[in-house]
């Protein structure tokens, strides 16, 4: 078991609840109507800010922004198996920005991948769900992240071996915006781009805070669209809250033969709360139990 370095000021049960392999057959089952898929998304984002709360941990703006792409992924793009985690020809996820991990852990309990009682132990010590994304004894998780800049090199891996196996996994890999000032990233992009990779997918949260401001005021990524296309990356933008698009997109990879794919989603940042939404603020800060509240209520009827 995982002991979080971070959490040593918390101080609840860090009993778990026995790891059960998949859940309950309504969590297993595919979300077929967009109605469906938007309630998945109020769930995670209600899991976020509550888990936040109750760990006082940070990051719930980031993990706010994601909640409706990983919803589509999860709910109707990924050929995954809640009870076999581990199964071969699955396709991969990997969320190279970490520290968003309250989502991914979220979607992966409403998944059925282990019980939704395990989010009450977000950030606490002993938990298996450590404030950064880790694999161990986490069934759904590929690979443990956070340090900004290796996701996309270890998904460009993962394709890569998927295509001389001849096996039909795909990869896909969320990126922050962020996470795009580092070379490592660009590194992976070039490599991917050679190599032709199309069965990976990159997915942009392109949510424009970073931890100590704006992307353009700390690192402009602009024209950044086309610098995915000159590395060889076939392109498509879109509104990483428009269920419908996000759906279309994922489903039309490979965009280009022989290219691997990369989605650019515009998000918000805190979205879904009104007051966290596009706030630096909210990079760091968990809500108190009366923004907590507050926030639940926005998120419940906006459903």
Request: with cysteine.
């Amino acid at each position: 078991m995982n002991i979080n370095p971070d959490a040593g000021m918390h101080s609840a049960d860090t009993r778990l609840p026995e790891l059960r392999q998949g859940g309950p057959e309504d969590m297993q089952k595919p979300l077929t109507s967009q109605d469906d898929v938007q309630a998945l998304a109020a769930r995670v984002r209600r899991h976020v800010v509550r888990m936040a709360h109750r760990s006082g941990g940070s990051h719930v703006g980031t993990s706010l922004s994601t909640a409706d792409v990983l919803s589509v992924i999860y709910a109707k793009i990924l050929r995954v198996d809640p009870a076999r985690p581990e199964w071969p020809e699955r396709d991969r996820f990997i969320l190279s920005k970490g520290h968003g991990c309250a989502a991914l852990y979220a979607i992966l309990a409403e998944r059925g991948f282990f019980p939704t009682e395990w989010l009450d132990t977000y950030y606490q010590n002993g938990s298996y769900l450590v404030g950064h994304v880790t694999h161990t004894g986490v069934p759904g998780v590929e690979v443990s992240t956070g340090s900004l800049g290796h996701g996309l090199s270890i998904a460009c891996g993962m394709a890569f071996a998927a295509r001389r196996a001849k096996s039909g996994s795909r990869v896909f890999a969320m990126l922050s915006d962020g996470e795009c000032d580092e070379g490592s990233t660009w590194e992976a992009v070039l490599l991917a781009g050679h190599h032709g990779l199309d069965n990976l997918v990159a997915i942009v949260d392109y949510n424009k805070i970073q931890s100590l401001g704006r992307v353009e005021e700390v690192l402009d990524l602009e024209p950044f669209g086309a610098k995915w296309s000159a590395f060889n990356w076939a392109l498509r933008e879109i509104d990483g809250h428009d269920f419908d698009q996000i759906e279309r997109a994922l489903l039309s990879v490979p965009f280009t033969p022989g290219k691997p794919s990369c989605i650019l989603a515009h998000t918000v940042k805190g979205k879904g709360v009104s007051f966290m939404e596009d706030k630096l603020l909210w990079h760091y800060r968990a809500p108190d139990e009366e923004e907590l509240g507050v926030a639940v209520s926005e998120i419940e009827g906006a459903r």
